[in-house]
């Protein structure tokens, strides 16, 4: 196998794992809310917001796909496979840490995983991009990127502030 297969193949695969966990983060913020999990004065609006930014993202990924099976001619199907698969795997997840009885704390502390999950994909995206220097593919992630990392912030947020006031 070439270099530039292998490289295009991480790209496959990354894209396909940070499309999976945008997919996978608004079925878990749905799931929550139905649980009555986020119901909390404060907590609801803020995830709510954070699950429509990720449905941005989610679009934004799937026209940057586009684009790429294009210009990087990467194949968009496989990236879609692996992107359910992702989905699967962190709704499993998402079961075993929430376990028979779960309560907020323990719904936003999952989401903190799920975004934090979602900030180390961009940041390997991110330097990803850098080495085949794709300045589309750059910029797109880097600013998903950003969003990430505020989404990551205010579930820490939410989480100090549920603990110390149940
Ligand atoms: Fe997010």
Known sequence: MT???????????????ALGLEMAAQKAVEELSSKGLLDKRGIKGKIEGMKKEAGNHQTELE????????SENIDSENIEEV??????????MM??????????SEAI???CL????????????????????????SGK????LEEE??????????????AVSS
């Open 63 to 70: 026209e940057l796909i586009e684009k790429l099976a294009e």
């Open 149 to 162: 990392k505020n989404h990551l912030q205010m579930c820490i947020q939410l989480g100090k502030e549920n």
């Open 3 to 17: 270099d530039n297969n292998n490289s295009k193949q991480k790209l496959e695969q990354k894209l396909g794992e």
């Open 83 to 92: 992107a359910e698969e992702t989905q699967e795997k962190a709704s499993k």
């Open 95 to 104: 079961q075993i840490y929430l376990g028979e009885d779960p309560d907020s």
């Open 141 to 144: 992630v880097n600013s998903i």
């Open 114 to 137: 799920a975004e934090g999950g979602e900030v180390t994909h961009y940041e390997i995206l991110s330097a990803i991009a850098k080495d085949i220097k794709n300045k589309e593919l």
């Open 109 to 111: 502390e999952f989401l």
